[in-house]
């Protein structure tokens, strides 16, 4: 079981930061993939999922989301926690009260990283704790971060558009760009590769 606490980065820096609150909660109920999902207190929500790569899915999506379509006056970014637990055990719901799952100090622990800044790495939004060896979901998630650290906001939009399904032709027509020059920024500046892997976590590629 995944369970995810993540904040609003600089969420007070924002013109109306009431706004900005009330739009990433719209955001988080709108996660299709999980079990549960809900704004706590201040700048934080809460998550529960089934496995890592539908939490990655559904994470990822959210981020484009606040970034190309915010509910303020500049893109709203995120810091998350993911925490794992194995086995079947069943979960505390996302925002219920006095909660004490260990999922829940692994996903704090987790965030509590990704609010510390480390020299000779990508900045990191989102990070793992948990049980067992989380070392390989966790390169995943420095690599996704690496990839996408120098998109702009023409590539996250277009990043969104993959992750819907959306051909290179109809990103084009959307953005009033050639289909050449969008095939073009797709494969240099990494689009294809960070939408792809998110997506082979959860299928074969095809």
Not at 72 to 86: A, E, I, M, Q, T
Not at 98 to 117: I, M
Not at 127 to 144: H, I, K, Y
Request: proline letters at 6%.
């Amino acid at each position: 079981m995944l369970y995810v606490i993540g904040d609003v980065v600089d969420s007070r820096g924002h013109d109306d930061p009431a706004g900005v609150l009330a739009g990433v909660g719209v955001a988080v109920r709108d996660l299709r993939r999980a079990r549960s999902a809900a704004a706590t207190v201040g700048d934080e929500f809460q998550a529960v999922y089934d496995d890592f790569p539908g939490a990655v899915r559904d994470l990822a999506e959210l981020r484009l989301r606040l970034a190309v379509a915010p509910p303020s006056d500049r893109p709203v970014h995120l810091r998350l926690g993911l925490g794992l637990v194995r086995g079947a055990a069943a979960p505390g719901d996302a925002g219920a009260p006095g909660q004490s799952d260990p999922g829940w100090w692994h996903a704090r622990s987790a965030l509590e990283v990704v609010a510390t800044p480390r020299r000779a790495w990508p900045p990191l939004a989102w990070w793992l704790d948990g049980e067992g060896d989380v070392a390989s979901d966790r390169a995943v998630l420095v690599a996704l971060d690496s990839l996408a650290q120098r998109f702009d906001r023409l590539d996250m939009s277009l990043a969104r558009g993959l992750l819907d399904g959306a051909t290179a032709r109809q990103l084009a027509s959307d953005h009033g760009i050639t289909p050449q020059s969008v095939a073009q920024r797709l494969h240099d500046h990494g689009i294809y590769g960070w939408v792809r892997a998110i997506e082979t976590l959860g299928q074969e590629p095809v």
